[in-house]
């Protein structure tokens, strides 16, 4: 898929078919997430692969906008590492930045997604922190569902020129 197509067709797909993710497929997308850009190349990531179907039904338990991943047979969890990033903000920045990738290769390899935020609302961080267990230097930042799609969406323009200044407000 064309670099601009990628940007300008993706959309936030929240139905899935029930058939499982290629681990081709699936580590691509992780590369793509690897690739991206962080404060000072840091690259303070860590991911979760969920594809267990107990593990993405608890998920729905503690994240309030997690229902798709009833359908969805594959999710990611973006964490940052505060052993390679202490400042939370920077993390948040940079596993912001490998999300958009996973949004984009998903897409990309023919796959839907939806972004699901997790970081800065405590509750979401404290309910995936013990549901997987993760260690005090572990921050949640994304969860991401990827499948085959189940729904389409329209294409929408969204490029608003009234948003765009130069050089001054």
């Given at each position: ?134 260690p005090e230097y572990i ?15 329209p294409d929408t323009e ?5 948003r765009i200044h130069f050089?001054?407000?």
């Amino acid at each position: 898929m064309e670099t601009f197509d990628a940007l300008f067709t993706r959309r936030s797909i929240r139905q899935y078919q029930a058939k499982p993710v290629e681990d081709e497929k699936i580590q691509k997308i992780l590369k793509a997430a690897m690739y991206a850009p962080s404060a000072r190349n840091t690259q303070p990531w860590q991911f979760i692969v969920v594809s267990e179907r107990e593990i993405l039904n608890n998920i729905i338990k503690v994240h309030p906008y997690a229902d798709m991943l009833a359908e969805a047979p594959l999710a990611i969890l973006v964490c940052g590492d505060k052993k390679s990033e202490p400042n939370d903000s920077y993390l948040n920045t940079n596993c912001s930045a490998a999300t958009e990738n996973i949004l984009l290769a998903a897409h990309a390899l023919g796959l839907g997604s939806v972004w699901m935020g997790v970081f800065p609302r405590k509750e979401r961080i404290e309910g995936l922190t013990n549901l997987f267990k993760l260690p005090e230097y572990i921050l949640p930042i994304s969860l991401i569902a990827i499948g085959y799609a189940a729904e389409k969406k329209p294409d929408t323009e969204r490029f608003l020129p009234e948003r765009i200044h130069f050089n001054k407000w």
